[in-house]
């Protein structure tokens, strides 16, 4: 089973930016659609945004639209989401996952999704 790294987190201000990855191992993604989702303190799981296998459709949620961009690159096996005006709500430890739907659509449901991470703290001090 593909076992995947997320890396990037950090403390940033408000209006910052921040470039998060997640590095997969033990198996390609590259026929897999990716995402990403993250948790706040005391909140459920949400989605972030999701990126088709080749990278040429992607889906992000309300609250992040124009602000981060979802890219990957299948010859090194990562996603990268890029975070930028990052706003305190922003705050949330995030996750990337792979999508078990092969050559799939982005989706958005978190139950869609195999083989999280371990997560990548991000705070977004205000």
């Known amino acids: 089973q593909v076992q995947l790294v997320e890396s990037g987190g950090g403390l940033v201000q408000a209006g910052g930016s921040l470039r998060l990855s997640c590095a997969a191992s033990?198996?390609?993604?590259?026929?897999?659609?990716m995402g990403w989702f993250r948790q706040a303190p005391g909140k459920e799981r949400e989605f972030v945004a999701a990126i088709n296998w080749s990278g040429s459709s992607t889906a992000y949620a309300d609250s992040v639209q124009g602000r981060f961009t979802i890219a990957r690159d299948n010859a090194k096996n990562t996603v990268y989401l890029q975070m930028s005006r990052l706003e305190a709500e922003d705050t949330a430890v995030y996750y990337c996952?792979?999508?078990?739907?092969?050559?799939?659509?982005?989706?958005?449901?978190?139950?869609?999704?195999?083989?999280w991470g371990q997560g990548t703290q991000v705070t977004v001090s205000s």
């Open positions: 996952a792979v999508d078990r739907k092969f050559m799939g659509a982005p989706r958005t449901t978190g139950n869609e999704y195999e083989s």
């Open positions: 033990g198996g390609s993604i590259g026929r897999y659609p």
